[in-house]
């Protein structure tokens, strides 16, 4: 199953959204040099300043207790994301490949 993680046009956002059943709470920042992505579960953090490619797996780790992709897609092309084409033109989602 895909899930689309909703997101805001902003340059920073902190949200919480489940997955798998848990609570993870995204750090999502622009930066000069790209948008970059904190994942936490409770106070544990699972990802630390990623950067978000497209096309790309964010999780990449296979010992990740959140089982499954991330992955940010371009809907209009190849580009990476950054925070003013979020939404109308980025979108973030996770597929579980736990079940």
Known sequence: MIITIPLKPIPAQRFTCPLA???YTFWLRQLQSGLYLDLTIQ???LILGALCLHGTDIIRNPASPLQGTLTFTDTQGSQDPDYTGLVSRFVLQFEDTAS
């Open 21 to 23: 059943g848990q609570s």
């Open 43 to 45: 106070t544990r953090p």
